[in-house]
């Protein structure tokens, strides 16, 4: 087969691929040169695809229960029993629950089978979890949910913001773009995050400002910029309504206090800006999820407005998206909050979907947002909820409440292609979804711009189109308009819908796209809708014609209390993918980060008691979780931060889902997952090992373990208390060789079959364990003598690589170091050229450049 072109399976930068098949379930994977979001680049977790197509885990039937169905049982059964639910409790005793990680076909058909058949908006997605406030934001200042920013103005501005985005990590290739635009012509670069992430190590000016304190410094820098004479006044007389007392509510206390920094950093920040009128703010989740999150984008845009930062090359407040087509969602109306085809739910509005639709019915107004959604499945409201491409039992905030919620709930399908996931454990009826390159459809990135994702494999078992399934279902329900032969006609009819009745009033209008043929439909080259910079030739979709100023005002939060003196943050690591479902597959990016750590800074490390490298008990209202601990200067003092990824398949502890509160924003209503009241205390194990394996372990029964993939099987790391003989029964059967010592409580065992190395449990109680990099790297092959095994390490001693940095060429941290001090390097590049790290997808370049900032000073110092 030939090389297809499509779009990547992760994050919103939406870059394009090239996949080639290589045989039986294997693809060559590259950058598309041609494609406009990455021109033919991609970050780590694009790169590895490769490793995540194959056949490990997937569901391959439909399941009834824990028995195997077929899709005619599976489909009737998801019919009759919505069918039936709606027939005695009514319309609104039912739920979607969908994902910024279905195809924009499966979101438009979901969608209009619940708003205009069965008749209730109880659809909601995590996209909820995601950019809900921007969404808002934009609806309160433009009148409709538009980005107004595109990538090219990352290359034109002489100024970028980032806020509340680990950019180099989450949106590795708009990254190296805004890298690129530095390299090239100076863009200055600020970072505004409580931590110093690699993004913020990177910046001309890093603000680690107080968690949520975003308000009062951008109603701060909009107080000083007018007081400084430097607002638009033309662009705000031509475009921008402000509402009246708009200026008397902006701060005039000390807003460097406030947000906990210096005032000479607060002073550098607004000079920037004062300096560089051609500005980009990029947001994401540090200012969505947040109890204020809608408040934070609308302070951001009302700057831009104020100061006419937008709708011309290089400047605009731009949130970047998270998923590949959260944005896609957004479009056909997947949210709660918004009817389709970015209209609302005025009775114009919706009887012009439902006359669209021609359908029986219509929602009579928004529906249950997803937080309230799980919220009425616990107080047994809602009976029958279909949840699609999203793992809400670890995702939703206080997970331990959404997994009470799904199991109170009488009918729960889910929708994967994954076979045990920990939300799958909750469901009656389990549908096989065909997974990234098999399916078929649309996505769109941050940028408004929409790519075809394309399949170029059979879809494995008997997984089936999510679109596919949800028409089934309709059909099944008795509902006319489902009848869809393939993606293509789905696309055409949704186009249609944005140029239904559309006098102007919605940008969004893709309808010259509704007569496509399906060939130009499979042949579709990505397009932008609304243009480069919506708003630079037509007016905002208010009445007026005109945007809106948005009084916002900085909320001190109720600082915790005694108990709970600590805040934590959650958020993502550079090579996984939110609950591991895929990446999780890949041994390459399993390397970058082993397991999931409580990052503390070293004098809260100390006043808690906590050791660097052992583990932690984090505790909030919701719940507790073990971390293993990471002593780091970049956390603020009492603060922490834990990763989301690591679920009940992969881990007892780690987990970050329990720990939120379910809070959330008033307006968009999402959670605020990135300030929780919180506390740490030592978890100090009776013992400590590790098991390499082959083949997939036991889950173990112990306080603490996390497992990952390796290049030939599993790393579990294990901690607990008790008895440690039991944990030989994690071994597989075969040849052992053993060493024993129950008394001191060390456990040492290897088991050969055929000479070749099958797995290895290492205990101890009092700590001394061998590094793992030697040993796994022995697994599977023959050639190591046992005494090596049992001692961990080779007769002949090779030099520790130290922790994975570039995951492409398996460099570690030490070899780095060693390569820059001998040979006296200064640059990234030259990194690279001497031992290529960084030198293919790049996603470590950032963390190589940390790691040379002390030899240049060494050298120009
Ligand atoms: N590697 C990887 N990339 C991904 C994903 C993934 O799972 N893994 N997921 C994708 C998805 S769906 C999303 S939504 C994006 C998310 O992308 P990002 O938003 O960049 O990622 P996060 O790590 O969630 O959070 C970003 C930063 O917000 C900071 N923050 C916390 N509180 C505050 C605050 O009060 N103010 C400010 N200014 N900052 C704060 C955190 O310290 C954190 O560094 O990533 C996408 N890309
Ligand atoms: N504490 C905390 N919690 C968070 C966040 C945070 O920063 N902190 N971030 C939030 C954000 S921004 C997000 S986006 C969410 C993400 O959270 P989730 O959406 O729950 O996470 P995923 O692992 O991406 O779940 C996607 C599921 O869909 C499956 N899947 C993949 N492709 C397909 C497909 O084509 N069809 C079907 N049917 N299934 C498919 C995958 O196997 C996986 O099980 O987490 C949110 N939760
Ligand atoms: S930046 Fe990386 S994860 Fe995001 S779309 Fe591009 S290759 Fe995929
Ligand atoms: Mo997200």
Known sequence: ?????????????????????????????????????????????????????????????????????????????????????????????????ASGQMLTEDYYVANKLMKGFIGTANIDTNSRLCMASAVAAYVRAFGEDVVPCSYDDLDAADLIVLVGSNTAWCHPIVWQRIEAARAAHGTKLVVIDPRRTETAERADLHLAIAPDSDVALFTGLLAEMRSSWRLDGRYLADHVAVPEGFWKSLPTADVAKTCDIAPADLQAFYDLFAEHPRTVTLFSQGVNQSTSGTDKANAIINLHLATGRIGKPGAGPFSITGQPNAMGGREVGGLASMLAAHMGFSDAERDRARRFWQSPTICSGPGLKAVDMFDAMAKGKIKAVWIMATNPAVSLPDARMARVALANCPFVVVSDCIAATDTGFYAQVKLPATGWGEKDG???????????????????GEARADWWAIAEVAKRMGFAGFDYPDPASIFREFAAQTGFENDGARLLNISDKAAITSADYDAMAPFQWGGASPFATRGYTTPDGKARLVPVRHVPRDDGNRALPLRLNTG??????????????????????????????????????????GLARVETAQGSSVFRVASTPDQRRRELFVPIHWTDQTSGGGRAGLLPARDRDPVSGQPGFKNTPATASAYKPGWSGFLLSRDLPAKPDCTYWTRIRTASGWLTELAGDGDIAPLIALL?????????????????????????????????????????????????????????????????????????ICVCFDVGLNTILDAIATRHLVSVEAVGAAINAGTNCGSCRPAIAALLSPQKEAVYG
């Open 572 to 613: 993502r690591y550079r090579d996984q993918w939110h609950t591991m479902t895929r990446t999780g597959l890949s041994p390459k990016l399993s390397q970058h980060r082993r397991e999931p750590l409580v990052e503390v800074h070293p004098d809260t490390i100390q006043r808690l008691g906590l050791a660097d490298g």
């Open 442 to 460: 649309t996505v769109t990135n941050s940028e408004r711009r929409v790519s075809r994702q394309r399949g170029f494999m059979a879809p494995l």
């Open 1 to 97: 087969m030939n090389a297809v072109k499509t779009i990547c399976a992760y994050c919103g930068v939406g870059c394009g691929i090239v996949a080639t098949p290589t045989g039986n379930r294997t693809a060559a994977i590259a950058g598309d040169p041609d494609h406009p979001a990455n021109f033919g680049k991609l970050c780590s977790k694009g790169t590895h695809l490769g490793e995540t197509i194959g056949l490990e885990g997937r569901l391959l039937h439909p399941m009834i229960g824990s028995e195997r169905a077929g899709w005619h049982e599976a489909l009737d059964l998801v019919a009759s029993r919505f069918a039936a639910t709606i027939a005695e409790y009514g319309p609104d005793s039912v739920a979607f629950y």
């Open 732 to 804: 597989p059967e075969g040849e052992r060789a053993e060493m024993i010592d129950p008394k001191r409580g060390a456990i040492r065992s290897a088991v050969m079959a055929d000479g070749i190395l099958q797995a290895a449990l290492f205990v101890s109680r009092s700590g001394g364990l061998p590094p793992r990099d030697w040993l796994i790297a022995q697994l599977g092959h023959a050639d190591t003598a046992p005494f090596e095994l049992l001692a961990g390490r080779p007769a002949t001693p090779a030099p520790d690589r130290g922790k994975i």
